[in-house]
């Protein structure tokens, strides 16, 4: 019993000095890997960057604005009587002298014969005073009449020729009233409808009623205001030349038609800093029509280096705009920059960028200036890059 007492004792104390050696070793080595572990460094926050786009483009302002026909006329008859025809349909396209109207013509044609007569009386008298003159005038050769007699004869002659100039005058009015009564298209284009119809009476002078209004088809002004910036930098020196801009509808996503800018008006409007300006573009299909919405684009004059970024990487600090610039040791810093316009859906930077620079498109708000983070590469844009001379 004692032996195997003392075996059991001995065993014990071994358990108990290897329990004792473990705890020791557990000691010594569980300060020491916390150690190691606050030394190791944590990993920064991770990051997608892209590299800016340097590329070559020509920049271009976007305004709206309202389609004009080159020319519209309000027809509105010349002389007063009845209409007695109506020669088009609504909406139709007329050519320059077709046919609009026609105002009852009898009253003027019986003026035109009227006049016709009086101009024939009036060039038979004046046939005889002037061989009464000439008779005249031999008598006073040979003093066979008076003085006073043949001055009475030679004013006769003189005042019948003006009686006949009188007379055609008359006469050329009265055919003009005559062709007052045919209504014709001073232009081409499109009319509207017909405000009077057959059996109305209309009058002449200042009341005188409108009957259709005409509109010019192509081609067709696009009218537009421009702000001082585009006409200093575009328009200014635009005197001869062909500015290029392009237009689409309203319910176009783009801008399918081109023209040019024909005139540019000759002042600045203070009250809204803008300038009147009109392009020119062709429709001879006739799809575009005077009062429709337009959206006009200017085009740059030439070709100039640009930094392009993600408008989408841009914050804003009060009245500053920055982005976040990471560095070769992706290092982040942050950045003051100046922007201009849309470019094909990225944000033209002014100043602030270089070609190269890579920058932070996502996870502006894990990223802190100064801090280093894992930067991801992703492509700014899609759109193949034309390197900037």
């Known amino acids: 019993m004692n032996a195997i007492r003392k075996r059991a004792a001995v065993v014990v104390g071994a358990v108990l000095a290897i329990a004792a050696a473990g705890v020791i070793v557990s000691h010594e080595e569980g300060p020491m890997g916390t150690a190691h572990a606050a030394a190791a460094p944590a990993p920064g926050p991770e990051v997608d960057v ?43 396209i007329v050519k320059k002298g077709d046919a609009l109207f026609t105002i009852d013509p009898k009253p003027y044609q019986a003026e035109v014969d009227r006049a016709s007569a009086q101009l ?21 050769a040979s003093n066979a009449i008076a003085k006073r007699d043949y001055d009475e004869k030679r004013n006769a002659a003189l005042e019948a020729t003006a009686n006949v100039r009188a007379a055609a005058a008359a006469l050329d009015a009265a055919r003009v009233n005559l062709s007052y009564t045919a209504i014709t298209a001073p232009v081409a284009g499109r009319v509207s409808r017909a405000e009077l119809t057959v059996g109305n ?3 002449n002078g200042s009341n005188a009623p409108l009957l259709t209004t ?20 575009y328009l200014r020196h635009s005197a001869g030349k062909s500015v290029p ?36 573009f062709d429709n001879a299909d006739g799809a575009l029509l005077p009062g429709l919405y337009a959206r006009v684009k200017v085009n740059g004059a030439k070709e100039e280096a640009a930094i392009l970024v993600d408008d989408a990487a841009i914050g804003t600090d ?26 094909e859906g990225m ?43």
């Open 245 to 280: 801009v392009t237009m689409g509808l309203a319910d176009e996503t783009g801008y399918s038609r081109n023209g040019a800018v024909v005139s540019v008006d000759n002042h600045m409007d203070t009250g809204s800093s803008t300038l009147r300006v009109r392009a020119r």
């Open 50 to 92: 892209a590299t800016v786009i340097a590329k070559n483009i020509t920049e271009w302002q976007s305004y709206s604005g309202r389609l004009e026909a080159v020319d519209k006329v309000d027809i509105r008859p010349l002389v007063a009587g009845k209409i007695v025809a109506v020669h088009f349909q609504d909406g139709a």
């Open 318 to 343: 009060q009245a500053k705009n920055f982005v976040l610039v990471v560095d070769a040791q992706n290092k982040v810093q942050w950045r003051e920059i100046k922007t201009g316009n849309l470019y």
């Open 201 to 203: 009476i209309v009058s």
């Open 120 to 140: 024939a009386a009036a060039e038979a008298r004046a046939s005889y005073a002037s061989s009464d003159a000439e008779r005249a005038g031999r008598l006073i």
């Open 214 to 233: 005409l509109v010019s088809v192509s081609p067709i002004y696009a009218s537009f205001e421009v702000d001082e910036q585009t006409y200093l930098r």
């Open 347 to 389: 944000r033209i930077v002014t100043s602030g960028l270089q070609a190269g620079e890579r920058i932070v498109v996502n996870g502006l708000m894990r990223a802190k200036p100064n801090d280093s983070v894992r930067a991801h590469n992703v492509p700014m844009a899609q759109a193949t890059v034309k390197p900037a001379a």
